[in-house]
């Protein structure tokens, strides 16, 4: 009997990211540590969350793969978007700079470099104000992360929809688009992408997008408004 490959279970997103943890600690020259990478995946797989997933990992890996030859360290880089969500509380600061901690922690924790340390530090804290970088491998990380802002219009929506329902836990939906708003009519006249690959890939797209998603949500509020009076 030919197996039907539709009938198959998928593979969980932890069983498809497992190897490719396990490779990189290889090269790093330590432990697999699956300790530690269940520890990561706890994180990701918080109920509060709904963008910033293991989903989000992997399609940050998938940007990753596209772009790793370009690096001057791209394991540095890889093992910054293992990390950089790892902390994500809506109603804090300071995500970014735990997750850089736990980083740290796990590479001192194993005796990397100080210098490699500092660029994956550097790397993490540079994803939560996506300045523009000395550090080309930096900003590569920074594309990586905003990419979605360039995807196709339906997969934008459904990350839109994604970032409410984390906001949701701590803002209402009027508080919400307010927010947001204030946040994408920074990006409207904002060169988003710092390299050429992402610029070139998703600069046009991005452009596009962004004034799109903000009539939606500028409609939204203004039904919210007229529903209050």
């Known amino acids: 009997m030919i197996e ?6 998928p593979i969980p997103l932890e069983e498809t990211l497992k190897p490719r943890w396990n490779s990189l600690c290889s090269r790093l020259g330590i ?25 989000h990992l992997n399609n940050c890996f998938n940007e990753f793969d596209e772009i790793k030859s370009l690096l001057n360290n791209p394991d540095s880089v890889e093992l910054a978007i293992w ?3 790892a902390v994500y ?3 804090q600061h300071d995500n970014e ?52 802002l360039g995807y196709p219009p339906k997969t934008l929506y459904e990350y839109e929809d994604q970032i409410f329902k984390e906001y949701s836990t701590v803002y209402n ?5 307010f927010g947001r708003l204030g946040f994408l009519f920074k990006l409207k006249d904002y060169d988003l992408y710092k390299t050429d690959y992402f610029k070139n890939k998703y600069g046009q797209s991005c452009q596009e997008n962004i004034p799109k998603v903000i009539a939606n949500l500028e409609k939204s509020y203004f039904n919210i408004q007229e529903n209050e009076f």
């Open 97 to 148: 700079g735990k997750s850089a901690q736990l980083a740290k922690d796990f590479c001192h924790k194993n005796n990397l470099s100080k210098n490699f340390i500092k660029k994956v530090e550097d790397h993490i804290l540079a994803t939560g104000n996506h300045e523009l970088s000395t550090d080309p491998d930096t900003n590569y990380l920074i594309d990586i992360d905003m990419s979605i």
């Open 31 to 55: 432990s697999e540590h699956q300790e530690s990478f269940k520890d990561l995946c706890n994180h990701y797989n918080e109920p509060h969350r709904a963008y910033h997933t293991l989903n």
């Open 173 to 177: 939906r009027k508080e919400y688009i």
């Open 89 to 91: 509380n809506i109603s």
């Open 83 to 85: 990390f950089h969500d």
């Open 4 to 9: 039907n490959r539709f009938d198959r279970e």
